[in-house]
């Protein structure tokens, strides 16, 4: 399986996309160089991580979505219903045509009630075209229920009958019977038992015997058919009714995505409750992302009680680690049952999407879906069930539209370099502010006064736009301001509201002649491009770290106005600037003193060319300072293993094999299930890696998922811990 290995076409593929990014204002990125690879395809997608989950929206409403919010707002990806074709109930026990139909397919036809093949191609390439992914929901579990009335037909008119699906096909021998390969008579009756959950009939739906590789092989096809028009990834439906190595053999028959040449994105639904380690959701990891329903029901919990309780996140006892989780406030079968949050929760539900997209813990989602009063109601739809385009209003929610939200998500991304929360502040029970390093600050306010408090920001002084309220624009803000001095503000945060504010979102003139340095003297948000300087240094006694340089907005070479750079506690000081868009700027680093001595560092100017928008950033030594050799870097990542495998580290850099296992750093097992070595790595270098398994017949398992990345320090230490994928 390809994606099972270290990727030198895709770090090529990213140097492209990178440059390509660079032309449309994406994120520049320096990377280490590579061997050059054949361009793949041109279209450019958004750096984010935020999905839209646009649950049992039409083809058509998903595509207009893209164009018009989702694209512009900056969205990752889309989340989309099941494509395929499933049962159509005129009438049922449950009402007319129950949302649930979708996830009892017929056939692998692309005619559903959301829209037909067409149709769905065309959102694909709508969303594609607004920079935005699409994630399939997927079902391949299981297929129809096998209680259905006599007659009962697909949306493309497809007949079938419990274990027949001619249109696949399926027959008899593809599925687990009742009494047969499972084990019960047909029903799940002990949810921890693995064999059960596996082999028998998950609420009465017919379950595919997944493990016959002619039965892999046509799910894989249906999945290969929709990454053929362009799908990007999927969130797969009861993957826990699934065994693990049936699932791995599917997903190592897909084919890379049109778009950008790698693997699908896959998040699993591994519903929480069993006590069996493994059918939690952690033991699936392997086979890429999964959804946290512990952190969903966590955060129902503290907005309905104190947001306080948002500080011990970390302790919280989540599906699985941070690095492997979808993460939402949310979904189509939690919030019919209230055990999270949904939009009848009002503004709770609201804020509770803030923190989401605000807190680092997996990659979050916001949930749009219709309005409903029973817990099985259908989605708006015409006579014969398919639903009608979304009309934001009584009849659909349309959550990730809203100001505020958008706002959140050009948070998000602005946010995304810093995986931490620092200065985590309780004014009261239910007033709590946060930063994530020096690119975004949030103050949530779930109480129903209005509260005034002094927050550490992280950012650098000047003024910032309130996203929740309004956006950034040539002359200003439409919303409220924040105005930072000394790292601090003092923010009034609205009852039931929230205050938000980041490095990309800047008014357009400088508020007063003693502004910051860092702030913008002339601008236009639209001709700025927010640039982040980072240099390790070590400053004597009494010295602080500045940048100083050709434009008005680095000081124009006068050391007395050249811009602060803030400490970051590992031996690098950074500072984020408004520079502006498409410039050449020239630039050095130097110390000084209170009292103003200068020491400028060694050698020529430095020089970058800001991109033509978005955010930029520049990672240097202070040329002239003493090197530290090396960087001591701990390697503990959390790995099962049966007798006679042993866990290695390998990547990129000679220390670490040069992506050659046979020269991997074996790993101790002294704290298993925790494999942990200590390797000395050179300071200031972008690092790629993974970890392998090493089997008693000398053969070599790698992980999947993409290379795991880090850049060492300037010095000192840095422990990388992981959870093996």
């Known amino acids: 399986m390809e994606s099972a290995r ?4 895709g ?4 140097l492209m996309l990178a440059a390509a990014l660079v032309a449309a204002g994406g994120t520049a990125v320096v990377t280490a160089a590579t061997t050059a690879a054949p361009a793949r395809a041109a279209t450019v997608l958004n750096d984010s991580e935020v999905t839209a989950n646009l649950w049992q929206w039409n083809w058509p409403s998903v595509s207009a979505a ?35 139909e979708v996830y009892q397919p017929v056939s692998y036809k692309l005619d559903s009630r959301f829209g037909n093949r067409q149709q769905f191609a065309a959102m694909v390439a709508a969303c594609h075209a607004a920079g935005v992914r699409v994630y399939v929901d997927a079902v391949v579990n299981h297929m129809a229920g096998t209680n259905n009335p006599a007659g009962t037909r697909g949306y493309a008119g497809t007949e079938f009958s419990g274990y027949s699906y001619p249109a696949v096909p399926y027959g008899s021998g593809d599925f687990h019977r009742p009494g047969d390969n499972c084990p019960t008579g047909g029903g799940i009756s002990d949810w921890n038992n693995e064999a059960q959950v596996t082999s028998c009939e998950l609420l009465s739906l017919s379950d595919l015997y997944t493990e016959k590789d002619a039965v892999r092989t046509r799910i894989a096809a249906y999945l290969n058919d929709l990454i053929g028009l362009g799908v990007d990834g999927f969130r797969v439906d009861a993957v ?3 065994r693990k190595d049936d699932f791995a053999a599917i997903l190592g028959k897909l084919d890379d995505t049109l778009a950008e040449g790698r693997r699908p994105y896959v998040a699993q639904e591994i519903f929480d409750g069993a006590s069996n380690p493994a059918l939690q959701a952690r033991a699936f990891t392997g086979n890429g992302d999964v959804l946290d ?3 969903a029901k966590g955060i129902r919990s503290a907005f309905q009680g104190s947001v306080a309780a948002l500080a011990n996140v970390a302790n919280w006892n989540l599906d699985a680690p941070s690095a492997n989780v979808f993460a939402m406030v949310t979904n189509h079968d939690l919030e019919r049952d209230g055990v999270v949050l949904s939009y009848k929760n009002g503004t709770d539900y609201v804020l509770a999407n803030y923190f989401a997209l605000a807190y680092p813990h997996g990659k979050p989602s916001v949930y749009d879906s219709f309005t409903w009063s029973n817990r099985n109601q259908s989605p708006p739809h015409d006579g014969t069930g398919r639903v009608t385009d979304t009309v934001c209003g009584a009849a659909w929610t349309c959550l990730s539209r809203t100001t505020g939200i958008k706002g959140m998500v050009g948070w998000a991304n602005a946010a995304r370099p810093v995986r931490t929360v620092s200065d985590f502040t309780t004014v009261t029970s239910n007033v709590i502010g946060f930063h994530r390093g020096d690119r975004a600050w949030i103050g949530i306010n779930d109480s129903g006064s209005a509260t005034t408090a002094t927050f550490a920001t992280g950012l650098a002084d000047g003024r910032y736009c309130d996203v929740i309220s309004g956006v950034a624009t040539a002359t200003g803000c439409t919303g409220g301001t924040v105005t930072v001095s000394g790292g601090r503000a003092t923010v009034t945060v609205p009852a039931n509201d929230a205050v938000a504010i980041h490095v990309g979102a800047r008014p357009g003139t400088n508020p007063s002649p003693t502004a910051s340095p860092t702030t913008s003297p002339t601008g236009n948000p639209t001709d700025r491009v927010a640039t982040t300087f980072t240099v390790a240094a070590t400053p004597a006694a009494g010295q602080d770290v500045y940048v100083v340089g050709s434009v008005p907005e680095l000081g124009s070479w006068s050391p007395a106005n050249a811009v602060r750079l803030a400490a970051q506690g590992d031996g690098s000081y950074r500072a984020t600037v408004d520079l502006p868009r498409s410039s050449t700027v020239e630039y050095k680093f130097v110390k000084m003193t209170t009292g103003g001595a200068v020491t400028w560092e060694s050698g020529a100017n430095r020089t970058l060319t800001t991109p033509a928008a978005g955010t930029y950033a520049v990672t240097e030594r202070f040329r002239g300072d003493t090197v530290t050799s090396t960087v001591a870097a701990t390697f503990a990542v959390t790995a099962t293993t049966v007798y006679g495998q042993n866990v290695f580290v390998v990547g990129n850099v000679p220390a670490l094999g040069g992506w050659n296992p046979g020269a991997a750093v074996p790993l101790s097992p002294a704290t298993y299930p925790v494999w942990r070595a200590t390797v000395a790595l050179p300071p200031d270098t972008a690092v790629e890696y993974k970890y392998v398994k090493k089997n008693p017949d000398g053969s070599v398992t790698w992980e999947s998922g993409a290379n795991r990345t880090f850049t060492t320090p300037a010095g000192g230490t840095r422990t990388a811990t992981d959870t093996w994928r």
């Open 11 to 14: 770090r090529a593929g990213r």
């Open 6 to 9: 270290p990727h030198p076409r």
């Open 66 to 100: 893209c164009t018009d919010h989702l694209g512009p707002a900056g969205y990752g990806a889309v989340q989309v219903a099941p494509p395929q074709e499933s049962v159509s109930l005129p009438s049922s026990p449950d009402g007319v045509h129950p949302w649930y």
């Open 240 to 242: 826990k009714h699934v």
């Open 293 to 295: 329903f512990a952190y």
